[in-house]
């Protein structure tokens, strides 16, 4: 029940996690901030072309997957949901292994962020309530970064949201620990996996571009746009140009 505001002033988050906190100054308005929650931030329903409709529009159309039918109008192929999925907040505490305490007919219990807004996408009902978000201990000199593209950059839900996560390895056996997850491009948020192994390994920095080149491709091959209103799918796709300069700056921490 923390407010976004709350989350953007609490002392603590900014010293110890400033990321999770600039990624709420970016949703929505003042106002909205004031008023909205973490959890409904990372609870709140999937938007698309049809959802986002009135019940008195919807009402000679067949239910979509998230009204309890069995059929995606934006993609009536599809076996699942398409609708997108747009918390700001999701891919900044994905990137930072945040995990959710919830209590539900089993007692308390712990399970992933990612489980939590897979559950909620894809409709499982069982209710529950979230009791906390819980972010382990961050290694020293770790740095992350958050970046919104939008078609105003605030208040206008995201065109695509990028996290970066960097923590330094606590040894020279170990490799840096480097997590990259988009948002407002798919049901749910993902992981650019591949990139991320690429960049833990040494000599990155001679490699930029085409590392670069690969976040891009490999974030391509897992985006899945649809038409949300006024934006198109096009739009949508272009808007992944902010990966790019979220790469940049990870490569600027980044040892040589």
């Known amino acids: 029940m923390v407010t976004l505001t709350e989350l953007i002033e609490n002392s603590i988050v900014r010293q110890h996690l400033p990321t999770l906190a600039e990624s ?66 999701a891919p900044v505490l994905l990137a930072f292994d945040a995990t959710a305490e919830i209590l539900d007919e089993k007692g308390p219990r712990t399970i992933s962020l990612q489980d939590l807004i897979h559950n909620h996408g894809v409709g499982v009902k069982t209710k529950f309530i979230l009791k906390g978000i819980s972010v382990p201990h961050l290694p020293p000199g770790t740095w992350g970064k958050f970046l919104k593209a939008g078609v105003r950059s605030a208040i206008d ?18 490799k840096p620990l480097i997590c990259i997850v988009i948002a407002a491009l798919s049901p749910e948020p993902f992981s650019l996996e591949k990139t991320a192994r690429e960049l833990s390994m040494p000599g990155n920095a001679l490699r930029r571009e085409k590392i670069i080149e690969l976040a891009l491709q490999e974030a391509e091959s897992k985006m899945a746009p649809i038409r949300e209103t006024a934006v198109s799918a096009k ?5 992944l140009q902010i990966l790019r300069r979220a790469m940049q700056e990870l490569f600027s921490v980044l040892p040589a």
């Open 157 to 174: 839900f995201a065109l695509a949201d990028v996290a970066v996560r960097y923590s330094p390895s606590g040894s020279r056996d170990e």
């Open 24 to 89: 709420a100054r970016w949703v929505a308005s003042p106002q909205i901030r004031n008023q909205g929650t973490v959890g409904g931030n990372l609870l709140q329903e999937k938007r698309c072309l049809y959802f986002n409709q009135s019940d008195s529009w919807r009402e000679n159309v067949s239910p979509c997957f998230q009204l309890g039918g069995g059929v995606c109008h934006q993609i009536p192929s599809s076996k699942v949901c398409r609708a997108l999925y747009y918390s700001d907040l």
């Open 235 to 239: 739009t949508k796709k272009q808007s």
